[in-house]
């Protein structure tokens, strides 16, 4: 008889959606209190930022030495994760005007659901009118995020089986490993509209990337060239990181986090094995520090005195937080535990900047792009976004 009410109650439980391990996991109280005090101060923080954010322009960037700011354009791939993250600290807090400022925020971004010259319209449009459509569903929301869908889905080439990155550049058809993060918007759009086209191309560049942009070790190259007329590969190379056989560490990252989002969406085993070989890549490497912070590469050679990169780990604490509802149970014990190690340090005074100081972003020491030498050392506005998101997903352990 008990076995036979244990089975009704994991089918009810996988009825309703919920996995067994989130019924497994609580949040520990100390880091519960810890993130808690990160919401409030958060919110002062941005209240500091958005007074300084000129109107039609996004944050990006402060820089410390100089305390300049950087913003962009509504076109750069950054453009969205400022309201996401007002929206997200609106959701815990109730600060309305973090709502209001990301939808006006949002009025200048919309424009972009027509552009067909970026990849990155998941990043953009997903992280703002896709949490704002969760927070409070409007037909404008949808209609804008259907749009981003249609147009992300011109740059796919069959022939290639993949998303097309960027135009404008010596490559013939680049596809980065970031560009799995912009999937989710496709994922959506499916389930949205019934139009199966969109779950399509999304798989179909899940498992061309799966097949080309991982080695052996299940550590990714950043790009991958290839072909645009016969679909084969040109060349394996690095843009981002260290050197072409060097594991930039964002972009494990990325990697880790769109197949875990690909294997939610579709229940594919295979998406879920590739995402728990790309993390135990991460969790396992012998560079990986104890803190959860990575080196802003995994081979750099200047280790353990290269910078780190708190962006990184914000994507990685995040995506274990959802990676871990679905694998074995010794593996989710390791992967909660480990984004609890990445929430602690980052909460930290080591990365975590005081009211009033580092521009009004959240975190400190993050790496944008070593290679040219832009954003080293620096708060970055996509760190803020899914440090924010991994704190969410923390708090709703066992819920």
């Not at 998941?122 to 995020?145: C, D, H, R, W």
């Not at 295979?270 to 993390?279: D, F, N």
């Not at 969790?283 to 803190?291: A, E, G, I, K, T």
């Not at 930290?348 to 944008?368: C, D, M, R, W």
Request: some cysteine; aromatic content about 14%; proline content about 5%.
């Amino acid at each position: 008889m008990r076995s036979i009410f244990l089975f009704c109650c994991i089918s009810l439980l996988c009825l309703k959606g919920i996995t067994q391990n989130e019924r497994l996991f609580q949040p520990d109280a100390k880091l519960l209190s810890v993130i808690n005090k990160n919401f409030s101060d958060a919110d002062e923080q941005y209240r500091v930022l958005m007074k300084m954010v000129p109107e039609n322009e996004f944050p990006k960037t402060f820089f410390p030495a100089t305390r300049k700011y950087e913003f962009s354009s509504a076109d750069w791939w950054c453009s969205g994760f400022y309201a996401g993250t007002l929206l997200n600290l609106f959701r815990e807090t109730n600060d309305t005007l973090l709502w209001h400022e990301a939808i006006k925020s949002m009025h200048f971004l919309q424009k972009e659901e027509f552009n067909t010259g970026t990849h990155d319209l998941g990043f953009m449009m997903y992280s703002s009118f896709g949490t704002a459509n969760k927070i409070s569903p409007s037909k404008n929301y949808e209609q804008v995020l259907m749009n981003s869908a249609k147009s992300l889905i011109t740059r796919f080439n069959a022939k290639v089986g993949c998303i097309k990155s960027w135009d404008n550049t010596p490559w013939k058809f680049p596809v980065i490993i970031d560009n799995m993060m912009n999937l989710e918007l496709l994922f959506w759009a499916t389930k949205f509209s019934g139009d199966s086209s969109f779950y399509h191309i999304a798989v179909t560049h899940a498992n061309t990337t799966m097949k080309n942009h991982y080695r052996p070790d299940y550590s990714s190259y950043h790009m991958v060239n290839y072909d645009p007329n016969t679909g084969n590969v040109i060349g394996k190379i690095t843009v981002q990181g260290y050197a072409d056989s060097s594991a930039w560490a964002r972009g494990q990252a990325w990697g880790l986090y769109g197949y875990t989002v690909a294997y939610r969406e579709t229940k594919d085993n295979k998406y879920l094995q590739q995402a728990e070989y790309i993390a135990d890549f991460i969790l396992h490497h012998p560079n990986y520090p104890s803190d959860g912070i990575p080196y802003w590469d995994f081979n750099v050679p200047n280790i353990p005195h290269a910078l780190r990169d708190a962006s990184a780990a914000s994507v990685l604490a995040s995506a274990l937080l959802e990676l871990y509802k679905y694998v074995d149970l010794p593996h989710a014990k390791n992967y909660v535990a480990a984004a609890e190690k990445i929430i602690t340090t980052l909460s930290s005074p080591q990365y975590k900047a005081v009211i009033g100081t580092n521009g009004g972003f959240i975190l400190e020491h993050s790496v944008g792009h070593m290679p040219s030498k832009s954003e080293i050392d620096v708060p970055l506005t996509y760190a803020d976004y899914y440090f924010v998101e991994a704190m969410m997903r923390y708090r709703n352990l066992g819920k």
